[in-house]
T-cell receptor
């Protein structure tokens, strides 16, 4: 597609349930990122994919969080046993390979985010 | 470690006023890239500008201008003759060579332009 697509745009769930958030990056972008934005806060890095591998998952807050990417394209962020503090907007971004000059100097393209509310 | 600080949490001005958003960064990399993004109420971050550490020339794009000063590790953003449509949250971000995989963002500045 033309831009980064995320679904669902809104998700309300009960505490303890599992949720899956999906990201469809821009075609041809090998790098994919997940960020979290809590109410009134900045963007918190979660994980970075290059192709299907995740060389940097340092931002995942706990083992309840996991992510995968298949076919070098779509990525899914899974949160197990959700807690109220997981409520946030989860943003996905893609870019060219940051290992290249064009990728390193290029910007990240963001989706509109998935707003997660845990009751 | 890399860090971006936007000390101004919220700014509110009247339309047509000039406003400057501050950004201070920390990095040990000698080569790095600085970015500004705009997040309107719709939520999607919109790229505004990129600067590399070798180029300290200021840049102007219409009503927007950016002042990069390596000596003070600052990359400030000025909107001239502000308009209501400029109301948004603005983020400054840094990407270094060492941590080239990701952008490190500041906390953002919420700018409100009142008519």
């Amino acid at each position: 597609g033309a831009g980064v697509s995320q679904s669902p745009s809104n998700k309300v769930t009960e505490k303890g349930k599992d949720v899956e958030l999906r990201c469809d990056p821009i075609s041809g972008h090998t790098a994919l990122y997940w960020y979290r934005q809590s109410l009134g806060q900045g963007l918190e890095f979660l994980i970075y994919f290059q192709g299907n591998s995740a060389p940097d998952k340092s931002g995942l807050p706990s083992d309840r969080f996991s992510a995968e990417r298949t076919g070098g394209s779509v990525s899914t962020l899974t949160i197990q046993r959700t807690q109220q503090e997981d409520s946030a907007v989860y943003l996905c971004a893609s870019s060219l390979d940051p290992g290249t000059t064009s990728g390193r100097t290029g910007e990240l393209f963001f989706g509109e985010g998935s707003r997660l509310t845990v009751l | 470690a890399q860090k971006v600080t936007q000390a101004q949490t919220e700014i509110s001005v009247v339309e047509k006023e000039d406003v400057t958003l501050d950004c201070v960064y920390e990095t040990r990399d000698t080569t790095y890239y600085l970015f500004w993004y705009k997040q309107p109420p719709s939520g999607e971050l919109v790229f505004l500008i990129r600067r590399n550490s070798f180029d300290e020339q200021n840049e102007i794009s219409g009503r927007y201008s950016w002042n990069f000063q390596k000596s003070t590790s600052s990359f400030n953003f000025t909107i001239t003759a502000s308009q209501v449509v400029d109301s948004a949250v603005y983020f400054c971000a840094l990407r270094g060579i060492q941590g080239a995989q990701k952008l490190v963002f500041g906390q953002g500045t919420r700018l409100t332009i009142n008519p």
